[in-house]
């Protein structure tokens, strides 16, 4: 058996329908030419850091109703285990035992005291290991 085709089930089109249907081009913006070169883009052989001397931040109201640590600049040390471990309890600690609220204390609040106590000490330091210069602020 033959497939009906679908002309024949709904008829002949009225030939004036067929010309109703009429493709009209749309303007369209003109497009511009490309470019010879593409425009390279930068990327710098190594990552520069520019630093510089801003206010520093003596509270949370300082950094305008956000987060606290954006007003600090990212810095990566490593440290010890035992170090990271002690540092951790300790933070836990003095903030299980605030009874005003204030802010949260972190690990990196307690290694930002450290160097403010380092800076503070830093005519004193003396030495050409780390242990001699831990001895020599310690005293």
Known sequence: MARTKLTQLLGDPKPEAVQAVVQVPVPTEPTPAPATEPEPVPTPARATRVVTKQKEPTGASDVGGGAHYLSFVRK?????????????AKA???NRNKTDGGERITDNTLIRIAVDLLLARADKLAGSTEDQLR?????
């Open 92 to 94: 836990r600690q003095i």
């Open 135 to 139: 001895n020599s602020v310690s005293s």
């Open 76 to 88: 990566e040390t490593r440290l010890r285990g035992d170090q990271m471990d002690a540092l951790a």
